[in-house]
């Protein structure tokens, strides 16, 4: 007979992620699969949040399912589930390909090149405000063709937005109002642009948007802006949180840093690991279809499923010593870009950003380590990351 359980609600991750990962031990052991006091049902284990993630049949994206009022959304392949999801998946993907991500790497060392050229000779830099937030907005900005003198406002609404979701829109008026509003601005904003490459195509990835067809289905106009919003919103905060972390993970274990630098070699194989460590994204929303059973629990339909990817990861079951960051861990099966069909598109454009920042960062700082004495304030929830980063550097040519 499947059962439903409570479980202790997950704490926050205001103190970097030390109480949220104990707290997945304890469940993953005691409630893999329960429901906490705000009604959410809460996945812990390795097993049950691939199945989750891999069956939209029963796990929907669409937040629909369980807050009927919340309406469809267009273009937003987050939130949609087949057929929809496939016909928008399979049109953006012809954008995506690994050769088009490729191509973006010179523009990307130009950007983050930029962005420390103009901290200057400073010996102490806010990285977070000054390098791995603005890094990828400027890149996803430029990616689809927004003129320069724009990106600051575009970057003015990605931190809004991005500020709005940390408040938990679920359980937050203020949260959804302001995501609403932001929406509603970006949106008019990208529907203005998206209309003039109808007219007249650029060498963007708007008008490839506006032009790509599949078996004769091509994306209308709110498709096109909705995808590009969400590809600000998503694909920003990966780039973002994966470079942080990995500074974060530098201070705990120097060696990790001295290894990296001495052999670039291992930086893709780093970077796997820092996203099962540390994920940028904490966990994902599902909603149930129908009445689904789930490690001998039943969730009733209507219901909304956290699938927490911060412990998933740090599953025994799945993984060997899953709280020592290990350079050589392979196969390294994480979730940190999700699973099935709704598997991130941007993740090499994110590996790629990831790479090349670390790389630069390597290259023009021959030290660089939190500042000494700095407050450090971590995102409460949804995300694994920093708000800011002093870090003290040293530089090359010094």
Not at 294 to 306: E, F, M
């Amino acid at each position: 007979m499947a059962q439903q359980t409570i479980c202790e609600t997950a704490p926050s991750a205001a103190d970097g992620g030390s109480d949220l990962i104990a707290w997945a031990h304890r469940m993953q052991d005691e409630c893999p699969v329960g429901r906490d006091a705000q009604g959410v049902w809460n996945v812990v284990r390795a097993a049950e949040a691939q199945r989750v993630l891999s069956e939209p049949s029963s796990f929907s994206s669409d937040p629909s399912h369980a807050f009927p009022a919340a309406g469809r959304f267009r273009g937003n392949m987050l939130w949609l589930d087949p057929p929809e999801h496939r016909k928008l998946r399979t049109i953006v993907s012809r954008v995506f390909v690994p050769k088009a991500v490729s191509a973006l790497e010179p523009e990307i060392r130009k950007v983050a090149a930029g962005l420390l050229d103009a901290a200057g000779g400073a010996d102490e830099i806010e990285l977070v405000s000054q390098f791995t937030q603005p890094l990828p907005v400027i890149v996803i900005a430029e990616l689809l063709g927004i003129p320069s003198l724009d990106l600051a406002q575009f970057k003015a609404w990605a931190d809004r937005m991005l500020g709005a979701v940390v408040l938990d829109p679920l359980a937050n008026e203020d949260a959804r109002r302001e995501i609403a509003m932001g929406t509603m601005e970006m949106n008019a904003y990208l529907l203005e642009h998206v209309r003039r490459r109808r007219a007249a195509p650029r060498e963007d990835l708007l008008s490839r948007l506006v032009a790509t067809q599949v078996g004769g289905d091509r994306l209308d106009d709110q498709e096109v802006v909705n995808f590009s919003r969400v590809l600000l919103e998503a694909g920003h905060v990966t780039t973002t949180m994966m470079l942080s972390n990995a500074i974060w993970c530098f201070e705990e274990d120097p060696g990790l840093a001295a290894r990296l630098r001495a052999d670039r070699s291992l930086l893709p194989s780093a970077i796997e690991e820092l996203l099962r460590y540390r994920p940028p994204v904490l966990m994902v929303l599902r909603y149930t279809r129908t009445d689904v059973e789930l490690a001998d629990t039943r969730i009733p339909a209507g219901s909304v499923v956290k699938v927490w990817i911060v412990a998933a990861n740090r599953d025994p079951r799945q993984f060997d010593r899953p709280d020592v960051f290990d350079l050589g861990r392979h196969p390294n099966g994480h979730l940190a870009f999700g699973k099935g069909i709704h598997y991130c598109l941007g993740s090499q454009l994110a590996r790629l950003e990831g790479e090349l920042g670390l790389n630069l960062l390597f290259d023009r700082f021959p030290d660089l380590r939190i500042t000494p004495g700095a407050d450090l304030e971590f995102y409460p929830q949804n995300f694994f990351g920093m708000k800011r980063l002093p870090v003290t550097v040293s530089r090359s040519g010094r």
